[in-house]
């Protein structure tokens, strides 16, 4: 039962062979130093709360064995630790196992905690299966916690002892032992479900109220709701829950797929692991005008990411008849003419002007620019990439500009892309051909979205090509875009945006945005093979 990475022919297993392949890819090496770095514990939560008496029998039954059992989250970060084994306990905390350190893959390798969070599936590794010379006189059995409601992979149980005191039984009782924190959760669930049912029957005992109830493996709406929202908007509203702290509320403005803007407001329910979620109907009409913004003399500047829709913005405010400058044209005319076909534009005429992408302006066009604008009664929009430059070579531009307008990028309005992705088909296909099911557009809702609105409508695109009509789901994507991403936490979305902003700045220099972030290019690399930065 407990054989070594070989099978009898000599051959590496596969499993193995595959988990070493992928901690190679993440800069890793057989006799580097393991980064036991040590991190925040999570003190409460589900995984705990259902875990922690079932921790405490298993713990009671090895109370005679040398080893020690281990419980880790979703991000192979350990978050309790339980060995009856005085001198055993404290040479794992001498070796830096200690609540807090995380066992990923991409941390220390093949290991009986990150490979089965990894693959989804129970895994024994013992002595010279670990990728890591260091662990090699472990053996250890690890298998992944699964909830019985959501499917989502919770954490993971490991049990480890010294190479050759390994007892038969242990994978069997570590397999028990996740059976009954998974139970634990199911009821868990049924409780937190129980309460927030509590408070959505509380909330709707007027039918005419449209409001919702969002948990885990939960939705329920009043008839109001129904009515309201149709199934990519009831996907938008999901996308605004998972997205708030449970200690805080949240309003969000959100337009619906047939076009009527409404406020959303999420109050979490305590004990729910779910909100409540108040859909209040605006009145027609903007908030303010397109030109309200865009005074004569005082320019409006529109800041945005690539693909987030600036030329869009620029045109609803300057007009269908606004005459337009692209500073990128000055790659091929030279900065010469374009400036002085900028200066040769009257500048008492009444057709607004549009110029686009100023951060690609070097300080030759920015002066005579400035001048121009200083001069000129024309109604203008400028547009910008977001950036230094702003307060740099281009502040004098930004300066003169009477409003700024800053366009979210496409993954801080998570909650717009189901209604941006169905109307997006609508216009490829036409109306009521095809449609995106509810799941599809779930896991477009997760993806990263570093190409913003042009980038979803290139995958809108090649999923109209593929299926013009029925039901789109989510094998229909492309094979970039049809799987939840990494990273799934907060903190993870945050890294990989610094990280690809610093590279950005660096203009694509990997080693110079590694100096900027004040990591080495290994580190660097690494975070972005673990984050899926490419």
């Avoid at 800069?27 to 003190?43: C, E, I, K, N, T």
């Avoid at 129970?122 to 250890?140: I, N």
């Avoid at 397109?290 to 600036?310: F, H, K, T």
């Avoid at 599809?440 to 809702?445: E, G, H, P, T």
């Amino acid at each position: 039962m407990y054989g070594s990475s070989q099978d009898g022919a000599g051959k590496v297993r596969p499993e193995i062979e595959s988990s070493w392949s992928r901690s190679r890819l993440n800069g890793l090496h057989r006799h580097g130093a393991p980064a036991l770095d040590q991190g925040p514990v999570a003190g409460d939560g589900i995984l705990v709360r259902a875990a922690r008496p079932v921790l405490d029998r298993g713990q009671a039954e090895l109370a005679d064995a040398r080893c020690v059992l281990v419980l880790a989250d979703r991000e192979a970060r350990i978050i309790d630790i339980r060995c009856a084994d005085a001198t055993f306990g404290t040479a794992l905390t001498a070796f830096g196992i200690v609540p807090g350190v995380r066992l990923g893959e991409e941390q220390v390798g093949t290991n009986a905690v990150g490979t089965p969070l990894e693959t989804g599936q129970g895994l024994l590794v013992r002595g010279t299966d670990h990728f890591m010379t260091t662990f090699c006189e472990f053996a250890c059995y690890g298998h992944p916690i699964i909830h019985p409601i959501t499917r989502r992979i919770e954490g993971v149980v490991n049990v480890g002892a010294p190479l050759g005191e390994e007892h038969p039984l242990f994978a069997a009782l570590v397999r028990r032992i996740v059976r009954d924190i998974e139970d634990r959760l199911r009821l868990d669930a049924t409780r937190t479900q129980r309460r927030l049912l509590a408070a959505f029957r509380t909330a709707a005992r007027s039918s005419r109220r449209p409001v919702m109830g969002v948990g885990r493996g939960v939705v329920l709406a009043t008839p109001a709701a129904l009515e309201l929202l149709s199934p990519a908007d009831h996907v938008a509203v999901q996308a605004c829950v998972e997205g708030m702290r449970s200690d805080r509320e949240v309003d969000r403005h959100l337009t619906l797929v047939c076009g009527r803007t409404v406020r959303l407001r999420c109050a979490p329910v305590d004990g729910a692991d779910g909100a409540l979620v108040d859909i209040v109907v605006k009145r027609s009409g903007r908030r303010g005008t397109d030109g309200a913004d865009l005074a004569v003399g005082r320019p409006l500047l529109i800041v945005g990411e690539l693909g987030s829709g600036r030329t869009t913005e620029a045109r609803r405010a300057a007009g269908p008849d606004a005459f337009v400058l692209d500073a990128a044209d000055a790659v091929c005319q030279g900065e010469q003419e374009w400036t002085k076909g900028m200066a040769a534009l009257p500048a008492g005429g009444a057709c607004p002007l549009i110029i686009e992408n100023i951060q690609l302006m070097s300080e030759r066009m920015t002066t005579p620019t400035v001048e121009w604008m200083r001069a000129t009664r024309r109604k203008t929009v400028l547009t910008s990439t977001p950036g230094e430059h702003l307060d740099g070579v281009h502040a004098p531009l930004a300066a003169l500009c009477g409003a700024r307008r800053d366009l979210l990028p496409l993954r801080r309005r998570r909650h717009d892309i189901p209604r941006l992705a169905q109307n997006m088909l609508t216009d490829e296909v036409g109306p009521e051909r095809a449609r995106m099911t509810g799941d599809s557009l779930r896991v477009l809702a997760a993806q990263p979205w570093p190409g913003n609105l042009a980038e979803l409508r290139r995958v809108v695109r090649f999923v109209a090509e593929r299926r013009s009509v029925g039901d789109i789901v989510p094998s229909d994507l492309p094979a970039s875009h049809c799987g939840v991403p990494v990273p799934t936490s907060p903190l993870l979305q945050a890294e990989r945006e610094v990280i690809v902003a610093a590279i950005k700045a660096a203009g694509g220099n990997r080693l110079q945005a590694a100096r900027a972030l004040g990591v080495s290019r290994s580190t660097l690399y690494n975070r972005m093979r673990a984050l899926r930065v490419y």
